[in-house]
C-alpha cells in the first residue's frame, strides 16, 4: 500500500510540475527563403505577424538547416546531424528516421505534455516511423515527402485518411488551433506548413494582390502564400490571447531551406548566393524567431551563428526539462543568448563549426546515394563548400557575405583546416549502412500499408520514373518493350492473410505484359488489369513547375500470404506485345479477417 501511495504522490507530483511548465508552438515553413519576410528587407512581401513576432522575441541573424526538407526535419525533431538518424535523402526510404531515435515529441510526452502534428512530416510514412510511432498523439497532415491537392484533396487524420475541404494550409491552421484550445495540459504544437513549396496553388486573391504589383506569376504565387501563412499565424495567436496562454506559449517559426527557383527564376534573397539544394548561404540560410512573452526580451537580433541541431536543446533549457538523451546531442543550448537581454553573451559567445551535408539522387540501388560531397563547414567568419567534384570553394563571410569571391588560393591553410574538420566530421557521423530501413507490415491497429512508387528500387530496367527524379509526387511506367521489376523491402510483424491492391493505369488504353507479385518467395500473378486512362485533376496553379499532377488510379486485388519475418515485396513488369505502356503509383496491403 505504500508503494502505491509513492507512486500515486509521484504522478501527481509530475503532473504538477508539468502544469506549471510553458506550452510550445513550433511553426515550420516549407522553401520559404531568409528573403521571404518584411523584416528581413523585402519591401514587396507583407508579413505583419511575423515580423512582430520577430519584434517581441528575438531572431538569428545567421542560422542554418539543411539544403532540402527531410534532413532538417530529422535534426530539427531529435537535435542530432541528420546522417547520424539514418536520414540522408528525401526519398526511397531515405528520408525515414532509425525507429529508436528520440524526437523532442517523445522527451515532451515523457514530461506531461500532449504532443500534437499539424501538416508535412516527411520522415516516414508508415508505422512506426510516422509522427503516431515518433511521440504524437494528434497527426492531421501528410507523412510522406509531398502534397499535389492544396485546395478540397485528402490528408491523414490519425490512422483514418479524410477528406478536406477548402485551402489546406487553412484546414492545417483550424486543427492546430482546435488542438491549442482544447487541451488544458501544457501542449507541443507542430504546425508544419506545407507551403510556399510548389505546386503554386493560392486562393485567388493573393495571387491578384501581388500581380498588381508588378511581380512574375511565381513571385505573387510564393509571396501570397506567404500572407496567408502571416494571416494563419494571426488567427492562432488571437486564439491563444483568448484562451489566457499566449504568455506562457514559447514560439519558434522557422524554414526547412533556402528558396526554391524554379525555371530559374530567382527573387529577393538579400543577394546571397545559391538557392534550396545547394550549401552556400542562399541555400540553408533561413529566418529563425523565438518569443517568450516576460521570459524574452524583444527586438533583439543575435549575431552568433546557429543550426536546427539547437532547437531540441533550447527548448528542453527554457521548459525545465532534464532529461537524459537515448542518443548523443549534436546541437547546442542556445537560452544564455535568447534570455540575455544586454547581448553580453553575444560578445563571449565562443566560435563554432557547423557541418552541413546533401545528398546525391538516385534512381537504382547501385547508385551512391552518400559521399562525403557535396558538403560545407561554416564558422562564424568562414565557409568552406565541396561540389559534387570534391571541388572546394572558400569564403570569407564577414568581408564577403554574398560569397562573390572565392578566396582559397589566398588562404590554403585555412581551407585545409577546414577540409580535415569536415572529414573528420563525416567519418564520425557517417553510419555504416544506409540500406532502406524496411516497411512494416502487420501492426495491431494498422491494418492498412502504402507502398508508393517512389519508395521502390528499380531492379529490373523496363521501368522508369515518370517524371525522372522519382520524388513524391512521382509514379512508375513501365516501357514496354522490356520486362522490369522494382521492389521495396518489408518486414511482417504479424503473418496472415492480406489483400495485396495495385493502383495502376494504362496510359496507351490497354496492357497485356505479365503482371506479378512476389512476397517473402511466393509468387503471384494479376491475371489480368483492365485498361484504365486516368482523369488528371487540374487544380488550381498559377506556374507550371513540370511537378507530377494530381490523378485518379484504377485498383486491381490480388489474396496472398505472408509469414512474420523480412523480406521483400517486388513487382515485375512483363514486355507488352505493342510496347505499351503501364503506370504504377502505388501498392497497398490489407489485412485480412480471415
Known sequence: MSAFIASLVACSTQTNIASQR??????????????DLGLNGNQKIDTPTIDKLAHDGVSFDRFYVSPVCSPTRASLLTGRHSLATGVHSVTRGGEKMLPDEQTIAEYLQDAGYKTGLFGKWHNGLQYPHNPLGQGFDEFYGFADGHITDYFDGHLQHNRSTEAFAGYLPDRLTDHAIEFMRDNQQPFFAYLSFNTPHSPFELPQQYFDKYKKRGLTNVEASVYGMVENIDQNLQRVFRQLERNGSLNNTIVVFLSDNGPAFPGGQARYNGEMKGWK??????????PFIISWPDHISGGRRITPIAQHLDVLPTLLAL?????????????????????????????????????????????????????????AVRTQRWLATSDHNDHWSLYDLEADPKQTQNVASEHPTRLAELKQEYAQWYRKTRLPDYTPLPVHVGHAGYPEVMFPAHEAAIVKEGVNYRHGDGW?????????????????PIDVINGGSYELVIGYETPDGSYDGEITAQAQGARYTFDSLPPYQSTVRQGQRRAETGEAPTQSWAEQSQKIKLHAGP??????????????????????????ND
Open 567 to 592: 523480406g521483400e515485396l517486388t513487382l515485375s513488369f512483363g514486355r507488352d506485345a505493342q510496347n505499351r505502356n503501364l503506370a504504377v503509383k502505388y501498392l497497398r496491403l490489407v489485412k485480412r
Open 277 to 286: 539544394g545547394k550549401l552556400d548561404e542562399g541555400g540553408v540560410r533561413v
Open 22 to 35: 510553458p506550452n510550445i508552438l513550433l511553426v515550420l515553413t516549407d522553401d520559404q527563403g531568409w528573403g
Open 472 to 488: 513524391a509526387h512521382d509514379w512508375l511506367i513501365s516501357t514496354g518493350q522490356t520486362a522490369g521489376q522494382i521492389q521495396w
Open 319 to 375: 521548459t525545465g526539462i532534464d532529461s537524459a538523451p537515448v542518443k548523443p546531442i549534436h546541437g547546442d543550448d542556445l537560452t544564455p543568448l535568447i534570455l540575455d537581454a544586454n547581448q553580453a553573451q553575444a560578445v563571449n559567445w565562443p566560435d563554432r563549426t557547423l557541418f552541413t551535408h546533401h545528398f546525391r539522387n538516385t534512381t537504382r540501388p547501385d547508385e551512391v546515394a552518400i559521399s562525403e560531397s557535396p558538403g
